[in-house]
């Protein structure tokens, strides 16, 4: 009996967690707050938005919006404070640098190209010292923050 209740609690934590992760809801402009609405049409006109998702994902809010003018698509996600955490922009297949052109024909011969998108991610640098030791972090509008010194020390281990 004790051990149906014990996973019954697990399963119910499981599922809780789970259901938390991530939230999207499809939302209309005039939804969007003022500063994330002035942000947005530093970028497009309204009339070319034709999707904003809120995102909810463990407490930190985000807003996507895609856009489509003059036949290309773009996607922006802002963080909560109005900053840019990435933009996506469709790019035609012949304006990809001549290099990486030539690597995705070398390492994928028979690939057939269906979209092209240039990205471009946003993030802070901050750098300092901890414990004597130099420490370099990567932190996201929205808190993420990546330890650049774990990352390099990962990197090194796979040569």
Same mark, same amino acid.
């Given at each position: 009996?004790? $051990? +149906?209740?014990?996973?019954? &609690? %697990?399963?119910?934590?499981?599922?809780?967690?789970?259901?938390?992760?991530?939230?999207?809801? *499809?939302?209309?402009?005039?939804? @969007?707050?003022?500063?994330?609405?002035?942000? +947005?049409?530093?970028?497009?006109?309204?009339?070319? &938005?034709?999707?904003?998702?809120?995102?909810?994902? #463990? %407490?930190? *809010?985000?807003?996507? &919006?895609? /856009?489509?003018?003059?036949?290309? %698509?773009?996607?922006?996600?802002?963080?909560?404070?109005?900053?840019?955490?990435?933009? #996506?922009? /469709?790019?035609? @297949?012949? /304006?990809?640098?001549?290099?990486?052109?030539? #690597?995705?024909?070398?390492?994928?011969?028979?690939?057939?190209?269906?979209? +092209?998108?240039? +990205?471009? $991610?946003?993030?802070?640098?901050?750098?300092?010292?901890?414990?004597?030791?130099?420490?370099?972090?990567?932190?996201?509008?929205? %808190?993420?923050? #990546?330890?650049?010194?774990?990352?390099?020390?990962?990197?090194?281990?796979?040569?």
């Amino acid at each position: 009996m004790k $051990s +149906v209740i014990m996973t019954t &609690i %697990g399963c119910f934590i499981l599922l809780t967690t789970y259901a938390q992760a991530e939230d999207e809801k *499809i939302i209309p402009f005039n939804a @969007l707050p003022h500063q994330i609405q002035q942000a +947005v049409l530093k970028y497009t006109k309204e009339a070319n &938005i034709k999707k904003i998702e809120l995102i909810q994902d #463990e %407490g930190v *809010i985000k807003y996507e &919006i895609e /856009s489509m003018e003059n036949g290309l %698509g773009m996607g922006i996600t802002f963080a909560e404070n109005g900053g840019i955490l990435e933009v #996506e922009k /469709s790019m035609a @297949l012949f /304006s990809l640098p001549a290099a990486a052109l030539a #690597e995705i024909k070398k390492d994928y011969p028979t690939i057939k190209i269906q979209n +092209v998108e240039s +990205v471009q $991610s946003y993030y802070y640098e901050v750098e300092g010292t901890m414990d004597g030791k130099k420490v370099q972090i990567k932190v996201l509008a929205t %808190g993420d923050i #990546e330890d650049e010194n774990t990352k390099e020390s990962r990197d090194d281990h796979k040569k």
